[in-house]
């Protein structure tokens, strides 16, 4: 486990769990969340890791690691906690706490593409891959990088093949909701 500082932030696990009941204190360290995680690979905490230093009020290195990041969300961690912690939905909140503090993110390509999706889902009331692959492209800088590299080429074929088999949508589907879930996101300006 990474070095405590010396000044643990108090509020930090009582802020998180203002966001949601995620009954963090409730870990015992078992980790059978980071045994079952199948992304801990590109981690630089296992997610148990990350719920001490949240239980322990590690605010900045919580706040600056990449595992929050990398998480997929795919609930393994919670659907394997003998605890009921919600590990996934946690990390979601760790990720939102960077956001409103403007926390710089270890990963800046991960980072633009959860403001790109979260861009994307406030404007369509859901993910319209139609818009959030082009966007992101924008957004991160990869398309002025395919061009350079000549690379764009495949993913013109690729989305004609998409085109031609009525995979590529022009609009996406409507939904019902769609002004709750703009109001569930307002916070997400950027």
């Known amino acids: 486990m990474h070095q405590a500082t010396l000044h643990p932030d108090e509020t930090f696990l009582e802020l998180l769990e203002a966001d949601g009941k ?14 079952g995680c199948p992304v801990t690979f590109a981690m630089d905490l296992y997610p148990d890791e990350v719920i001490r230093l949240v239980i322990l009020g ?6 600056k690691c990449r595992t929050i990041w ?18 996934a939905e946690l990390m979601d909140a760790i990720k939102e ?3 409103l503090e403007r926390v710089p993110g270890p990963q800046p390509q991960i980072l633009t ?3 790109t999706f979260l ?3 406030r404007k369509w009331g859901r993910a319209f891959e139609g818009t959030l692959l082009p966007a992101y492209l924008l957004r991160s800088g990869q398309f002025l990088h395919k061009w350079r590299e000549g690379l764009w080429g495949w993913d013109i074929k690729f989305g004609w093949r998409l085109l031609c088999k009525g995979r590529f949508f022009h609009f996406p589907k409507r939904i019902k909701g769609k002004k709750e ?3 569930i996101l307002i916070h997400h300006k950027k």
Do not use: M, S, Y
């Open 22 to 35: 995620f009954d963090t204190n409730a870990c015992f360290q078992c980790r059978k969340c980071t045994n």
């Open 58 to 63: 590690q605010r900045e290195t919580v706040l």
């Open 70 to 87: 990398v998480c997929a969300a795919c609930e393994t961690c919670t659907a394997r906690c003998p605890n009921g912690v919600k590990i």
């Open 97 to 99: 706490r960077t956001l």
């Open 113 to 115: 593409l959860h403001r």
């Open 119 to 121: 861009k994307n889902v």
């Open 181 to 183: 879930i703009r109001n």
